[in-house]
């Protein structure tokens, strides 16, 4: 027979105990006797099999032919599973008997932490399958008289599968089981009980509602999904930039509207002269008739917003009225473009630390093709356009997990990375040669412009020098990507990263040279003039001429090419989508628009148009003319580095082109808010002259603006926050990836752990089968013939 078990579940209860309610230790002290007792049920079920075993093996005599590791009926982990529904069927038992014999009130009544104990009760195994249902069928009745909360507690803490706690939280949820349960309180407090339950149910199923709502309304929340399954997350990168550059301009036109554009909308100034009938060119140059509006810098008044002048202007300068708005315009303008930036810089940095975090924290790709096998289909989805749309994620993301292993799996010798850095160096040479030579192009012509007066005063031939510099960023990275052909790359990955630090080097240059043309020549040149509404007219050009570029390239770069590739060369290769070109084009566009934001406070909202035109056209082209890459890559960290690109780069040398313009540059003299200062910055100092004599009461504010916005120490300080807050953001994402290593390690040895132990509890079986044989066949061979015979004979 089996012996006992050195531990029993012997569980103090104190006399107290019965009259009172089980506490949070008791709950626990449970928990572990529920455990214990699996354990030893288990325990007796093996050592049962064992002697069962032993005696068969006795009986026939023979076990030459068995192996050398445990049955099936015999090992522990198999009798656990065996025993179980006896187990859980006497738990049922004990819950019921509990309640009949401490006369406690319903679990209805009980605190959360209230449930049945097992302790000082003797258990027995009852394999009879009808008494375990009507265990079950008791069960479920008290669980339906508790509350929602304390019966998913409840079930969250037995120890059964998930499918026995899924049926049991079915069959409790019947509200006709509750309604019996609470009929003995009184129909007053039943129906107060029904009520809130229905009224928690309603809640409950109007808040998923909402929340599916919320997801359907994401932009373009379908369409970014099937890019994502066709193209992989390489192309959907540049699409969910783009997105993201829509959120930055949205918030920065928000503000503008809100605070400059909204208050000299409703108190326009007099026009200088009348008003020029528009053509229809002036969506293209943006002269004409969008000169006098609020569209530019020139437009927007130099006073407290009031009334309309009555009369002429005095000195370039519209005198306030009687009840004039305590609202100053200077003040409003430079105060409302410097907050926009400052959130803007929030915003890039925040998104730019959250991006790093979430691609470097979880952008490991060791150990990930079990859990994407096995742990991404979402069984929710029931509709078959969704279906298969998830299944073409899940196998585009299998293909760039195997093409990235396997580019980790190749070895690469000496001979072929010298002939790589060589290759790649010449390449690096011509391209940047080919900036080089861009940059000169950009600004010889720009002279050429200048001098040429005569046809500045055409409006058709404001166009000439952004066609000039759009046809320069159209074609050298086409040129760029032939000289990227003699250069061997293993790696996409390395391949569109080079392509993007080319791309970036030529963007750079030529906007270098365009900003030296803008603040350093033509300032100059137009002296007597309007200078920031003709910078903000040639921004706004720009930007125009970008984008119909940009729509010549998608039309005969892709759709020509896949036409003659299909129907001339007879072949069913299509083109692949340029990710660098395509998203350094994003760059610059985002760019300009910043740059343009003081001199044109509505060139956001041009921008804001583009980018949602450059989606829907972008993402056609995609669909009709392209094909996935031939080398799936896997872009972890994209979003990252184009964020990061936009960050550095381009607003941070956006930053410095507007603080040069707004503190060095004298603003003209005859439109625009300054006026009658020399620089833009003057304004603040101007406002707090002015508070200085209002009186006492404001007096606070000219020692806010003295030790906190003039005060260089203050401006270090913040921007030393910042970095220190990115820093610090990059080391806890550092920590977080060591961490989760250290676990990955962990749970590896643990594996190896186990797979030792069992290797040593299988050799120690195979040595007690070969005792156990030896020891049989000792016996037989100490057995002497003759009284074998005899034993037969009789």
């Known amino acids: 027979m089996a012996q006992p078990l050195p531990f029993v579940l012997d569980v103090p209860e104190t006399p107290g105990d019965q009259g009172q309610e ?4 008791d709950e626990s002290e449970v928990h572990d006797s529920f455990q214990q007792l699996i354990q030893e049920q288990s325990w007796r079920a093996a050592q049962e099999g064992l002697e069962l075993q032993q005696r068969a093996r006795q009986a026939a005599g023979e076990g030459e032919g068995q192996g050398g590791l445990c049955l099936a009926q015999s090992c522990p982990a198999a009798s656990v599973g065996r025993s179980r529904g006896a187990i859980i069927s006497q738990y049922y038992n004990r819950t019921v008997q509990l309640r009949r014999r401490s006369s406690r009130p319903l679990l209805g009544n009980l605190v959360r932490s209230a449930r049945p104990s097992l302790r000082m009760y003797d258990l027995e195994l009852d394999p009879r399958a009808q008494e375990e249902e009507e265990k079950q069928s008791l069960l479920v009745r008290e669980l339906q008289s508790l509350a929602v909360a304390q019966r998913d507690h409840m079930l969250r803490g037995m120890p059964l599968s998930l499918a026995e706690k899924r049926s049991l939280r079915e069959k409790s949820r019947t509200p006709r089981g509750k309604w019996r349960g609470q009929r003995g309180h009184g129909s007053i407090f039943s129906c107060c009980g029904w009520l809130r339950y229905a009224c928690v149910l309603t809640l409950h199923s109007l808040g998923l509602a909402l929340l599916s709502s919320l997801q359907a309304l994401t932009p373009w929340r379908y369409a970014l999904k099937r890019i994502g399954g066709q193209f992989g997350s ?12 829509l959120a930055f301009n949205a918030l920065l036109l928000l503000l503008l509207l809100a605070f400059m554009v909204g208050p000299q909308a409703a108190f326009p100034p007099a026009l200088p002269g009348p008003v020029p009938v528009c053509t229809g060119l002036e969506l293209l140059t943006g002269a004409g008739c969008f000169t006098h509006t609020v569209m530019y810098y020139g437009h927007y008044s130099n006073a407290t917003l009031n009334q309309p002048c009555a009369g002429p202007l005095e000195g370039g300068r519209c005198s306030p009225g009687a009840g004039s708005l305590p609202y100053n315009m200077p003040l409003a303008y430079l105060f409302t473009v410097g907050v926009g930036f400052f959130i803007t810089c929030i915003t890039l940095v925040y998104s730019m630390a959250h991006s790093f975090g979430e691609s470097y924290r979880v952008g490991s790709t060791s150990g990930i093709h079990a859990i994407t096998v096995f742990c991404s289909w979402d069984y929710k989805v029931t509709q078959k356009r969704a279906s298969r749309l998830q299944q073409d994620n899940i196998r585009t993301r299998l293909k760039e997990l195997l093409a990235e292993w396997q580019l980790r799996q190749s070895p690469r010798s000496v001979c072929r990375r010298l002939r790589q850095a060589a290759a790649l160096g010449l390449t690096w040479l011509l391209c940047l040669g080919t900036a080089l030579g861009c940059a000169v192009a950009v600004h010889v012509f720009s002279e050429f412009m200048i001098q040429s007066l005569e046809a500045a005063g055409k409006e058709a031939a404001l166009l000439v020098l952004p066609l000039v510099v759009g046809l320069l960023n159209l074609g050298a990275p086409y040129l760029c990507r032939i000289l990227a052909a003699l250069e061997p790359h293993d790696s996409p990955v390395l391949e569109v990263y080079v392509a993007i630090c080319r791309n970036l080097i030529l963007k750079l240059a030529i906007l270098g040279t365009l900003c030296y043309h803008w603040l350093g020549r033509r300032v100059g040149v137009l002296r007597g003039q309007c200078w920031e509404d003709f910078v903000g007219q040639e921004l706004y050009r ?4 970008d984008f119909i570029l940009m729509l010549l390239d998608t039309l005969f770069g892709e759709l020509v090419w896949r036409i003659i590739s299909e129907k001339k060369l007879k072949r069913r290769r299509k083109p692949e989508f340029d990710i660098a070109r395509n998203v350094l084009e994003l760059i610059y566009g985002q760019t300009l628009t910043w740059l343009g934001v003081l001199f044109s406070p509505l060139l956001p909202a041009v921008q804001i148009i583009k980018l949602l035109l450059v989606f829907y056209i972008k993402k056609a082209s995609l669909l009709a003319n392209c094909q996935a890459p031939r080398r799936p890559w896997l872009a972890s960290h994209m979003s990252t ?19 040069y313009a707004v503190w060095h540059v004298k603003p003209s003299g005859i439109c625009g808010p300054f006026r009658t200062l020399d620089t833009m910055y003057e304004a603040g100092r101007v406002w707090v002259r002015h508070l200085e004599a209002g009186g006492p009461r404001v007096s606070w504010l000219p020692w806010v603006h003295q030790y906190l916005v003039e005060n260089t120490f203050f401006v270090f300080l913040v921007s030393a926050l910042l970095l220190a807050v990115i820093y610090l953001n990059i080391q806890v994402v550092r920590g977080q990836r060591k961490v989760i290593c250290l676990l990955k390690e962990q749970i590896s040895n643990e594996g190896e752990d186990k797979i030792f132990l069992i290797n040593k509890l299988h050799s120690i079986y195979e040595r007690k089968e070969r005792e156990e044989r030896s020891r049989v066949r000792t016996g037989q061979a100490a057995i002497p013939p003759t009284l074998l015979t005899d034993e037969r004979d009789a």
């Not at 089980?22 to 230790?25: D, F, K, L, Q, V």
């Not at 720009?542 to 001429?545: E, I, T």
Request: glycine share 2%; hydrophobic share 60%; with cysteine.
């Open 542 to 545: 720009f930007l125009v001429m």
């Open 234 to 245: 390489s192309v959907l990168s540049y699409f969910l930039f783009l997105k993201t550059l």
């Open 641 to 659: 580095v184009f964020l990061t690109l936009l960050c550095f780069p381009a607003f941070l040398g956006t930053a410095v082109f507007l603080c």
């Open 22 to 25: 089980p506490s949070p230790y």
